[in-house]
């Protein structure tokens, strides 16, 4: 399915903006019009909304407005008071009031990894207020890093060769089906990231757990788990989607940790399921 | 290794290692040893400048830096992927790193193109013993 032909459309570029919330100061790229409702993207651990640049203009063509915000600390957004937020419910709590600091009216979630985390999270605290959830390569409990390794991380000292070791790792962590020229974009935007930020988000992704609160998740929600991800196992994902009431599970084969990134017909998957619930 | 490769292997893999730009580049800055273990079968890499300076399919008293340690079946499985699998394997504790973990850390490419090199010679249908 594709849109309307808005080639001529100024609104179809992304565009880049900045706002203040809760101290942070928060970059977005935003694109489309949003006639057909909003989208709000978050990224993985230690990395910015650039992880979403081939989602977003796919939905502004189809009338979306999409935001991808860079969580505080990453890419273009700043920490407040200079200190790492160790927290998925934090980050969640920060990316709510930038929602109602930009008046969004239930927006669809979509995140993956600690972004998937994040998008659970605000989905149990406050359940009437989206219209959907698109949670990719995440569960609602995460135990994949040994504590020992991710401690040792909070001291750069601790953790020698990290951009080169997340550079190989991330390879490994992409799925055999994707191309290798996305592969290479989605290794050289990973070790972008700060170790710092990237151990923090990563000691958020093991310690969370919204296995008591997943049930109090109210509006469709969607699941995504590639078959090649080593850092989330099916079985956390499918216990998930069960916890979940109505919750479906789309399992893409030869795809890994980064499906927005990854996998070229992500985009649809996410089309068709907003279809089902006419969104 | 003599169930993964053919004898005096080890002689082919120095001199793969050696003829890499990438084991140049990645092991400049390392001054130290590597294990590979499978049981009772091991090889023992000193690297200085870039470079396997010398090699011992035997342990010195000198001890290493790090060592990659596997069974047979694990190390078999991880040459037969069909890419190079170390740090999920690594991850998965299916290969066992002992030794400095800092020093593994930092020398992550050189791992990477230590399990290239095996993975070459393996495929080598005259040094490794893939069969399947």
């Known amino acids: ?279 | 290794m003599g169930s993964l490769f053919s004898p005096g292997w080890e002689n082919h893999f120095r001199e793969w290692l050696n003829s890499s730009p990438d084991f140049q580049s990645g092991a400049r800055w390392f001054d130290g040893s590597v294990l590979l273990g499978m049981g009772d079968e091991i090889l023992w890499l000193k690297i200085y400048d870039g470079r396997v300076i010398d090699a011992k399919p035997h342990p010195t008293p000198l001890g290493f830096t790090f060592a990659l340690e596997a069974s047979e079946e694990s190390w078999r499985a991880l040459l037969q992927e069909d890419r190079n699998e170390i740090l999920s394997y690594t991850g998965a504790r299916k290969v066992a790193v002992e030794g400095n973990l800092l020093e593994f850390m930092r020398l992550t490419k050189t791992v990477i193109v230590l399990v290239d090199g095996m993975r070459a010679l393996f495929r080598d249908p005259k040094i490794g013993k893939n069969i399947g």
């Open chain 1, 1 to 279: 399915m594709s849109g309307p032909d808005r080639s001529l459309d100024k609104t179809l570029e992304i565009r880049g903006r900045y706002l203040t919330v809760e101290g942070h100061r928060i970059f977005l790229d935003e694109i489309g019009p949003g006639d057909r409702g909003t989208i709000l993207c978050v990224h993985t651990a230690g990395m910015s909304s650039l992880e979403w640049r081939f989602f977003l203009p796919y939905f502004g063509r189809l009338g979306y407005r999409v935001l991808a915000p860079d969580l505080p600390g990453h890419g273009k957004s700043l920490l407040r008071q200079w200190k790492p937020i160790e927290s998925i419910h934090e980050y969640g709590e920060i990316l709510w009031q930038l929602v109602k600091a930009l008046t969004l009216s239930r927006p669809v979630l979509a995140g993956c990894s600690i972004g998937g985390d994040i998008v659970l999270d605000m989905g149990a605290h406050h359940p009437q207020d989206w219209a959907a959830i698109v949670c990719c390569e995440a569960g609602m409990r995460n135990r994949t890093f040994p504590d020992d390794f991710l401690e040792r991380g909070r001291e750069d000292a601790g953790i020698p060769g990290f951009h080169e070791f997340t550079f190989y790792r991330t390879a490994a962590a992409c799925g055999r089906g994707t191309p290798l020229e996305r592969v290479h974009e989605i290794q050289w935007l990973r070790r972008r990231g700060d170790p710092k930020i990237m151990i923090h988000d990563l000691l958020a992704w093991n310690r969370h757990d919204l296995t008591s609160m997943a049930s109090r998740i109210s509006v469709p929600t969607m699941l995504v788990r590639g078959t090649d991800d080593s850092a989330i196992s099916h079985d956390v994902v499918e216990q998930t989607c069960k916890a979940i009431p109505g919750a479906d599970l789309v399992v893409l084969p030869g795809v890994g940790h980064f499906p927005m990134t990854e996998y070229e017909g992500f985009a649809q998957v996410v089309e068709s399921f907003l279809s089902r619930h006419d969104l």
